[in-house]
């Protein structure tokens, strides 16, 4: 390589893994024996079938997916999920359920509001989302379309993992885990549907993916546009237009990565082991500060603070200066951000604290 890769700690699009760059580079030009590029492939050939089937058959088996469920590759990243998802699914009484967490929900919240009725069952907003409310099922409401939740808040650093989702009876439960998938273990059956945007743990912007179980699909309100409904991706297994080709190719690409690394199941043990290093730290700090409620804490985004605005400033410039870069907080958080997603090895982490530890002797 020419350059030194930095250790990058952006939410999103952020680190891919180094193998996965490389493989896709060497196939760039020339794809197998086709004698062109992926991108340069009709989406109706055998071989990008190969490619698309490929990529579902190895993400239902790291997920676990069961076959009473669709894998749809869709595209308008996890934001047009907001609208299709009211659309398709507030369709019995017209009222949804949402747990509001950051700001992904409450943009989520305003998109359904368009459509029926937004109950909010829990909020953490008084706090600036440094927690997870009490999920407290007294407090559903039995005739709602659906339940929603943001599984991992990637501004606020929260997230609700497996064992915390809520029992909502026969209301599906949708889940938002564009920011945690294939990085901690979910039981699928839980849900109705879940979607995630790929450029946070999957691959290049452009593909969304989304699980739906299939007596969810075939449901939607009469003013759906044609490319907002599911049933007309599920019919033709995500080939009714053109497909974000190049990225879905990507995507296969890291799927076959997590599987060599040991399925989500290694990765989430990895993911714990990376968490852990640097809240400790954050924990043991004298200065540093996360800005988490500890039991809440995402093993993917890591929020933490300074105590002057001069000192987030400082530390952001001397990281970047270092190979750590895009740790600068989100605006409603301030301070600092460090996402830490599957592509993001335990040595950076290593070598992020230690920067932080020697910043701390300078500047106590
Ligand atoms: C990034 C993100 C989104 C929005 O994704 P886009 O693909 O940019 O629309 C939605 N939800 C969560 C949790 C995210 O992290």
Not at 8 to 18: E, H, K, T, V
Not at 117 to 141: G, M, Q, R, W
Not at 149 to 160: K, P, Q
Not at 235 to 253: C, D, Q, R
Request: hydrophobic content about 40%; charged content about 20%; some cysteine.
């Amino acid at each position: 390589m020419s350059m030194n890769r930095v250790y990058n700690f952006s939410a999103g699009p952020s680190m891919l893994p180094l193998e996965v760059l490389e493989q896709a580079q060497k196939e760039f030009v020339c794809y197998g024996n086709t004698g062109m590029s992926v991108m340069e492939m009709s989406h109706r050939s055998k071989d990008f079938e190969n490619i698309i089937f490929g990529a579902e058959a190895d993400l239902r088996e790291l997920m676990n997916i069961p076959d009473n469920y669709t894998v749809l590759f869709l595209q308008g990243g996890g934001s047009t999920q907001f609208a299709m998802i009211p659309l398709n699914l507030m369709n019995k009484n017209n009222k949804a359920d949402f747990v509001k967490t950051g700001q992904w929900s409450k943009k989520a919240i305003a998109e359904a509001q368009r459509y029926g009725t937004v109950n909010v069952v829990a909020s953490s907003e008084d706090k600036t989302f440094s927690y997870i409310p009490e999920l407290d099922p007294a407090k559903f409401d039995k005739d709602a379309d659906y339940f929603y939740m943001t599984l991992n808040n990637t501004i606020y650093g929260t997230h609700i993992p497996d064992n915390m989702i809520p029992d909502t009876g026969n209301v599906p439960k949708v889940g938002d885990m564009s920011s945690n998938i294939l990085a901690e273990r979910y039981d699928i059956s839980k849900f109705g549907l879940i979607f995630a945007g790929a450029q946070k743990n999957l691959g290049p912007a452009g593909v969304t993916v989304v699980i739906i179980r299939n007596d969810l699909i075939g449901n939607a309100m009469d003013i759906t546009p044609t490319m907002l409904n599911y049933a007309t991706h599920a019919k033709e297994k995500s080939l009714y237009n053109t497909p974000p080709t190049y990225s879905i190719y990507f995507a296969g690409l890291v799927f076959k990565w997590v599987k060599k690394m040991g399925g989500v199941d290694a990765m989430e043990k990895i993911n714990r082991e990376k968490a852990a290093i640097l809240y400790d730290f954050l924990d043991n700090s004298k200065l540093f500060k996360g800005t988490v409620r500890p039991q809440d804490r995402s093993l993917m985004n890591v929020p933490f603070i300074l105590p002057t605005e001069e000192l987030n400033a400082k530390f952001i410039a001397e990281a970047k200066a270092n190979g750590f870069v895009n740790l600068k907080g989100h605006r409603t958080v301030g301070g600092m951000r460090a996402s830490i997603y599957n592509a993001m090895p335990v040595e950076g982490i290593k070598k992020l604290v230690e920067f932080m530890g020697k910043f701390e002797v300078e500047n106590k």
